[in-house]
């Protein structure tokens, strides 16, 4: 019987969302450019600051994904990770495969991998903030935009936005009629399909429906002696569905969304022993498609995720009165062979692939979960200076955690049980005024009180290995006030000047899994203080736009987690003083009009100061940083974990008219920097620099009303591959980058 029981929602969106697009006879594909490129670049509008605006006339550090870049990069049924990149000074990685993400910007970010880990970047969807990282891996399909905010988001979004924000936009509906489908298939059987129907319903009521379905067969196979089994790792299942209807009226709309995800698959795979000691390359003789597990029977994943949001507004004229109530829930079930081998070499049994000190299968649940949100903002709309939001916003979560450990040498029998529960409740009051000095300057100023409380307790049941119970409680609150100042002078009618200061920080954090350990580790506040300046423009009489910012922070008592290491334990602890610096540049350009092209670079400078910082190192690796006996190893001076120091991206579009259409051909290339997996440094568990690149051809026509596509893609065309995350605890255990992926994309939209 499957772990997860769907609950009437899930049945009702599940059933009714999906049967829609069936009945309807086809989806068709949202907008996107057709025809030979414009001659000049499209104003991006954003929502940086709940407001629609020019993104080029604001005073926040702000790329958009949309369009051609979008469908390419989310292409080969790619979950959210494919952003991993493609933005400047934006990481995100995973060691649960395709859930779970984990946001990195300006370098700073979380590796922490238990299920109540807080992130200093937020994810923001359909302006429902998602907290529990479960729900940050919501698949991304009929998204209209994703816009990444860089720097401190702590007065108008709040929550846990020390380093940015990740805010995903997707389609609404709209009187017209309009519907998409697409349908690819590729590498190792691997189909994904995705479609919507939008239209009005009534003169005031309009809906659109959108679903994604993917799957993808195992095709891993384990040759552990005892264990042998074909095509047992590496397949998914995945469906989601999102509803929305809208109602628009002369002075108020109302906007209903429900969204559901259910995933069936197999959780990331681990390879043991993946780097030899003393290197950080993949060993010889790998191969992606052969492990060496004897738990990989039992390795499964399961992912239940659904929500329901409503958005009212109320256009009093000179005001406007914004309402948005939510409610998420999330469940999960991964169980994994994390040492990636076989076998006990501290047992005195045959091992592989290399040495295993033991075996290492484990699983964590979150069987209950329950997020609601409400904000209530007000919003002026004066034609005068000055123009100011004031909001209040509320949270809160009761959140559930079980974790799992089990001995595969007795075939798999329950060896362990632990139990967590976390109640976070927090509000907060917020504001911010807009103030035109003259037709040229304009500046903002923003403040937001924040009130943070949790109520956390963990049990441990039953003690792996005749370990024992043990239990432990935390109740960690703050309070906080943070603010930003900004200005942006316009120094021609193409050249915006801004700069920015700004502070925010992350409520409290706790990590009470106590499977294998007995303390419960809390991390106070952290604090950050940010600087500045850039310059926006538009150049060669609109075919150029360039974009570039420098920055500098200073985060006290940065929040880090001691991820694993020898003792297989996550602990939290405070750093005394972060900084970073480093500039950004985001660019497009319209080469000829048939050609168009963007190039965006940045580079992060990260470093630890704190010379009371001492770590475990993990096992049987080599370990860089000075060792002090009877503390550990010393991480000050270090860098930050997944923080490349350069990451750059290039995109370039040609297009030709042939015949009755178009033929087009896109390629993009991203490259990230080496980065540490963990926060002490070591040469195993380094990653390689990671240079990517991907293609899409194909030749899109008209027919009537009708309009259809067909197109051949590739992704990590060169087939790079290198390791991008570890296990410490138990040998050298990595995780690889996706391979290439090669296939073939049908689509077709309908107005």
């Known amino acids: ?139 991304v399909f009929d998204i209209e935009r994703i816009e990444v905010l860089r720097g401190p988001q702590g007065t108008l979004f709040g929550r846990n936005t020390p380093a940015g924000l990740v805010k995903f936009d997707s389609v609404k509906p709209s009187q017209e009629f309009d519907a998409y489908t697409s349908l690819s298939y590729g590498t190792r059987g691997a189909m994904d399909f995705e479609g919507a129907v939008g239209t009005g319903l009534t003169d005031n009521i309009s809906m659109r429906v959108s679903t994604l379905w993917q ?3 195992n095709y891993i196979d384990t040759v552990a002696p005892g264990a042998e089994q074909k095509d047992v790792l590496g397949g998914y299942s995945e469906k989601a569905a999102r509803v929305q209807f809208l109602y628009e009226g002369n002075d108020f709309t109302g906007l209903l969304n429900l969204r559901y995800r259910d995933l069936d698959g197999e959780p990331i795979v681990f390879y043991g022993n993946l780097m030899d000691v003393g290197s950080n390359k993949i060993r010889a003789g790998w191969k992606d498609d052969v492990v060496h597990h004897d738990a990989a029977k039992n390795a499964t994943q399961q992912v239940e995720t659904q929500g329901v949001s409503l958005k009212l507004e109320w256009d009093l004229n000179e005001h406007t009165i914004t309402s948005i109530s939510a409610w998420d829930s999330a469940e999960i079930y991964s169980r994994a062979d994390v040492d990636g081998g076989y076998g006990c070499g501290f047992c005195g049994m045959e091992t592989g692939h290399g040495f295993i000190p033991f075996s290492a299968e484990s699983a964590d649940a979150i069987p209950d979960h329950d997020q609601i949100t409400q904000e209530l903002r007000l919003s002026s709309n004066f034609s005068g200076d000055v123009n100011y939001q004031v909001g209040v916003f509320y949270f809160d979560e009761d959140l559930t955690i079980e974790s799992f450990s089990y001995d595969t040498l007795a075939n798999g029998v329950q060896n362990g049980y632990a ?71 316009k120094l021609t009618d193409d050249v915006n000047l801004f700069a920015r200061a700004a502070n925010s920080f992350r409520a409290p954090s706790i990590q009470g899994r106590i499977l294998f350990g007995n303390e419960v580790t809390v991390a106070e506040s952290e604090t950050i203080n940010s600087i500045e300046a850039g310059i926006k423009s538009d150049v060669l009489d609109g075919r150029g736009r360039l974009n570039m910012t420098v920055f500098y922070y200073q985060m006290d008592d940065q929040q880090l987690t001691a991820v694993g290491g020898d003792s297989n334990f996550n602990r939290l602890l405070n750093a005394d003083k972060t900084t970073g610096y480093g500039f950004e540049m985001d660019s497009e350009w319209v080469l000829a009009d048939n050609f168009f092209a963007t190039f965006n670079l940045s580079y992060n400078n990260t470093e630890l100061d704190d010379e009371t910082l001492y770590l475990p190192g993990c096992f049987g690796c080599t370990i860089t940083d000075p060792m002090v006996e009877g503390k550990g190893y010393s991480i000050d001076g270090n860098s930050l974990p997944h923080a490349p120091e350069w990451i750059a991206n290039f995109t370039l579009r040609y297009s030709k008219e042939i015949g009755d259409g178009e033929f087009f051909a896109y390629t993009d290339w991203s490259y990230r920097s080496e980065i540490n997996f963990f926060l002490y440094h070591s040469v195993e568990f380094t990653g390689e620099a990671l240079f990517e690149g991907g293609l899409r051809t194909g030749y899109n026509w008209a027919s009537g009303d009708n309009e259809y596509e067909i197109a051949a893609f590739a992704r990590n065309l060169t087939d790079e591959r290198v390791v991008i995350g570890g296990v410490d605890f138990n040998n050298n255990t990595g995780i690889v980058n996706e391979g290439r992926f090669v296939g073939i994309e049908l689509k077709a939209k309908f107005f």
Do not use: C
């Open 1 to 139: 019987m499957k772990y997860l029981q769907k609950s009437k929602l899930a049945k009702l969106i599940q059933g009714s969302l999906f049967s829609s697009l069936v009945v309807s006879g086809a989806a068709f594909a949202q907008d996107e450019e057709a025809g030979a490129a414009s001659s000049q670049l499209e104003v991006i509008q954003v929502t940086a600051r709940k407001r629609v605006e020019n993104a080029q006339e604001i005073p926040v550090a702000v790329s958009a994904l949309q369009g051609d870049n979008l469908d390419a990069y989310s292409s080969a049924g790619m979950d959210i990770r494919f952003m991993n990149a493609k933005i400047p000074s934006l990481s995100v990685e995973s060691s649960f495969g395709r859930t779970f993400p984990r946001f990195y910007v300006r370098g700073l970010g979380n590796t922490d991998f238990d299920l109540n880990a807080s992130q200093p970047v937020s994810l923001v969807v359909d302006d429902v903030v998602q907290e529990n990282p479960i729900l940050k891996g919501f698949p």
């Open 419 to 489: 139990v967590q529960n976390q109640q976070t409740k927090a509000w907060a009051l917020f504001g911010s005024v807009d103030y035109t000095v003259s037709d040229d300057l304009k500046v903002t100023a923003g403040l937001r009180y924040s009130d943070d409380d949790k109520d956390f307790v963990a049990e441990r049941i039953q003690g792996p290995f005749g370990s024992g119970t043990a239990m432990g409680t935390a109740n960690p609150s703050d309070e906080h006030v943070s603010w930003d100042l900004s200005a942006t002078y």
């Open 215 to 217: 799957e993808k067969d």
